[in-house]
C-alpha cells in the first residue's frame, strides 16, 4: 500500500513538473518573440499614440493575442505602466505615461514582474482573477548597456491545472482501489493461513486422538486379563469369614468401577457413542466423591467448605460412576494447584432447570493464554499430567447434554462449574 501510495505521488509530481515547464517555456518563449526595443518605448514615451513605435508594438502585440490563444499581451515601461494593451484597452495619453497608475499585473504577479525588470525572463505564480486561474510570462526589453527600458508580458490561463486535477483524482480513486485490493488479498491470505492453521490443529488432535485409541485399547487389553484374576480372586475369598467377605467386595467393586473406567477411555478415544447408562444423582455422587477423598484433604491441609445445603435429589442424564469420575478430575487438579494449605468451595444448587455444581479452589490461578487452551486433549501446566483430565471431564458433561464451564483469575484461584440438565426423578 505504501509503496501505491508512493509511486501515484512520484508520478504525479512528474507529470505537473513536465505540464509546468511546458507552459512556462512557451510563455517565455512568446513574450521574447514580440520585436520590442527600448527605442520602441523611448519614442511611446515622447509621441504617445501617434509615434508609429506605438502602432508598430500594438500591431505584434494583436497578432500574437489573435494567434496564441492567450489571454493577453502587453508592453510595460519600466515604472510597471502599461504602455499598450493588446486587449484593445487602448491607453488615453491626454498625460505622460509617467504619470499614470500602476499596471494590474504589478498586485497580481508583482515578484515575477521585479524580477523582469531586473534583467530576467521570468514566469509568475498562478494567480486567480474572475473564477480563473491565470499566469504571465515577462521578457525584459534590454538596451544595450544592459538597462531594462521596460517588459512585454503575456499572459494566459493555466489550461493545464484541470488536466492535473483530473490526473489527481485519477490517480486518488486508483491508489484507493488498489489498497482495496491488497487489503481484500491481505485478508483472504490471513483468512486461509488460520484456515489451514485450524486445519492443521485439527489434524494434530485426530493424529493425538488415533495414537491415544491405539495406546488405550492396548492398555485396555493389559489391565483387563488382571482384573478378570483379582475379581475371580476376590470372590473365591468371599466364602470365607465376614471380615474377607468385606474386604472381597471391597476388590469386586473397586475392580468393576476399574474395568468400566478403562472401557469409558476406550470409547473416548475411538469416538464411539457413548453406551445407554442409567441415570445417576449429581449430589449423591458429589456427596460420594468428598467423602472418599476427605483422607486427602487432610493430608493435603485443605480445607473443606461445603456452600450451604445441597438438594435433596438431583437427578441428571449420567451414572453415578461417570458423575464420580468428573468431580474426581476436577477435585484432584484443584488439590494439586494448591499444594497445601488451601480452600476448596464446593456448592450444588438448581437453577433453570440445570442442576449446577461448582469447585472452586484458592490456587495461582491461570493466565487467559492458558485459559484458552485448558481443556484441550493432551495440554497439560503439570509436569507429570497427560493433559486429558479436563478433556474427559468436558466430554462426560457433554454426553449428558451439559456443559462445564471454568473461570480463572491469578489472584482469585479457579472455579469450575458443571450445568447439567436435571433428569426425571
Not at 12 to 27: G, I
Not at 238 to 255: N, W
Request: glycine residues 8%.
Amino acid at each position: 500500500m505504501l509503496a501505491t501510495a508512493v509511486s501515484s505521488w512520484y508520478g504525479y509530481q512528474r507529470v505537473r513538473a513536465a505540464l509546468e515547464h511546458e507552459f512556462e517555456s512557451r510563455l517565455e518563449h512568446m513574450a521574447a518573440a514580440v520585436p520590442v526595443t527600448p527605442e520602441h518605448i523611448a519614442d511611446i514615451h515622447r509621441r504617445f499614440d501617434e509615434s508609429n513605435s506605438y502602432l508598430d508594438a500594438q500591431t505584434h502585440l494583436s497578432t500574437l493575442l489573435a494567434s496564441a490563444g492567450i489571454e493577453n499581451a502587453s508592453l510595460l515601461d519600466s515604472a510597471r505602466t502599461t504602455l499598450i494593451d493588446a486587449r484593445g484597452d487602448t491607453v488615453e495619453f491626454e498625460r505622460s505615461p509617467l504619470e499614470f497608475e500602476r499596471s494590474e499585473l504589478d498586485r497580481l504577479a508583482g515578484p515575477a514582474l521585479t524580477r523582469a525588470l531586473a534583467g530576467d525572463s521570468t514566469v509568475s505564480a498562478p494567480y486567480r482573477r474572475g473564477g480563473r486561474v491565470f499566469r504571465v510570462g515577462f521578457a525584459p526589453v534590454r538596451a544595450p548597456s544592459g538597462r531594462v527600458a521596460g517588459v512585454v508580458a503575456v499572459e494566459a490561463e493555466a489550461a493545464y491545472l484541470p488536466v492535473l486535477l483530473r490526473l489527481r483524482r485519477t490517480l486518488i480513486g486508483l491508489a484507493v482501489a488498489t489498497m482495496i485490493a491488497v487489503g481484500f488479498l491481505a485478508a483472504l491470505l490471513i483468512r486461509g493461513a488460520r484456515a489451514a492453521a485450524e486445519l492443521e490443529r485439527r489434524l494434530s488432535r485426530a493424529e493425538n486422538l488415533a495414537a491415544m485409541g491405539r495406546l488405550t485399547a492396548t492398555l485396555a487389553h493389559e489391565i483387563k486379563n488382571p482384573l478378570a484374576i483379582i475379581r475371580g480372586s476376590a470372590e473365591r475369598l468371599a466364602t470365607r469369614d465376614a471380615e474377607a467377605q468385606r474386604m472381597a467386595s471391597f476388590v469386586i467393586e473397586e475392580s468393576d468401577r476399574l474395568s468400566k473406567t478403562v472401557a469409558r477411555y476406550l470409547q473416548f478415544a475411538r469416538g464411539a457413542p457413548e453406551a445407554v447408562r442409567e441415570p445417576g444423582d449429581a449430589v449423591a455422587a458429589l456427596e460420594a466423591t468428598l467423602d472418599l477423598l476427605e483422607g486427602e484433604f487432610r493430608a493435603r491441609g485443605v480445607l473443606l467448605e461445603r456452600a450451604g445445603p445441597f438438594p435433596d435429589a438431583a437427578p441428571v442424564a449420567l451414572d453415578s460412576e461417570s458423575l464420580k469420575q468428573l468431580y474426581l478430575n476436577l477435585i484432584l487438579n484443584a488439590l494439586e494447584a494448591m499444594e497445601s494449605e488451601g480452600r476448596l468451595r464446593v456448592a450444588a444448587g438448581e437453577r433453570g432447570g440445570r442442576i449446577e455444581v461448582s469447585i472452586a479452589d484458592t490456587g495461582p490461578g491461570m493466565s487467559p493464554e492458558v485459559l484458552r487452551r485448558v481443556g484441550s486433549p493432551f495440554y497439560t501446566t503439570k509436569a507429570g499430567g497427560s493433559g486429558l483430565g479436563l478433556f474427559l471431564a468436558r466430554r462426560l458433561a457433554q454426553a449428558a447434554g451439559g456443559a462445564l464451564e471454568i473461570e480463572s483469575d491469578p489472584k482469585l484461584g479457579t472455579t469450575c462449574r458443571v450445568r447439567l440438565p436435571r433428569g426425571r426423578g
